[in-house]
């Protein structure tokens, strides 16, 4: 090789090295943020959809259920803690899981055709939680009136609260008219009485709650 080749050759050398690591690096990017590709959400619900079908039955909807997550770059903000929309995009997996475990499924493909709405949410942060840090959300049915199905949400870091809250559901028919709670859940096979649930505090205090910030 000539000086001038030999320059060009540890040149491109150099270039392939670089574009190699450029390729990598964007690479690991994508990869830690694998939860966030097209598609991926549906999945994420698709799976927690299957889990709640091989599972029994949820025998108490007032109980709820319990799932375990992790937090991963693409769930955290600037300030590298677990954004707000990731508390609310976590929550959608529980809501899933809970209404798929009370047996909703065959009332939204069968004949009734129900559709189950979010109505509105409400969220208090207490702590943060950090990058790859593991944490447990729980879900369940707090209350009802005559229009509202009131679910509560916790996420929990062993046994201490970092954020909890409520939202609010509809259930409407196939005529897009309100399915009043009461009887959705007897439709579901839930005798409510059963429970031995006061409604009316259970009610008050989810008033109490949001009406205490200001929401």
């Not at 050759?9 to 994508?30: E, H, P, Q, T």
């Not at 009802?144 to 679910?151: A, P």
């Amino acid at each position: 090789f000539t000086p001038h080749k030999l320059q060009l050759s540890v040149r491109a050398r150099k270039m392939f090295f670089l574009n190699d690591w450029v390729l990598g690096a964007i690479f690991l990017i994508f990869l830690l943020n694998i939860r966030s590709w097209p598609l991926a959400y549906h999945i994420r619900a698709g799976f927690w959809g299957v889990v709640a079908l091989i599972r029994p039955k949820l025998k108490d909807p007032f109980a709820g259920v319990t799932q375990t997550f992790r937090v991963w770059p693409d769930d955290c903000d600037l300030y590298m803690h677990m954004s707000n929309s990731s508390y609310h995009k976590t929550s959608d997996m529980g809501r899933f899981l809970l209404f798929t475990a009370i047996g909703t499924r065959k009332h939204v493909l069968g004949a009734d055709k129900w559709m189950v709405a979010d109505g509105g949410q409400y969220l208090h942060f207490r702590k943060s939680i950090q990058p790859f840090q593991s944490f447990k959300l729980t879900t369940r049915i707090h209350s009802f009136n005559d229009k509202w199905i009131y679910v509560e949400h916790k996420f929990l870091v062993g046994s201490t609260v970092h954020a909890e809250g409520f939202v609010k559901i509809v259930i409407k028919d196939k005529s897009r008219k309100t399915v009043p709670p009461a009887e959705a859940l007897q439709k579901l096979g839930y005798n409510v009485a059963e429970f031995g649930l006061d409604l009316p505090a259970l009610l008050q205090n989810v008033e109490n709650t949001v009406a205490a910030f200001h929401l």
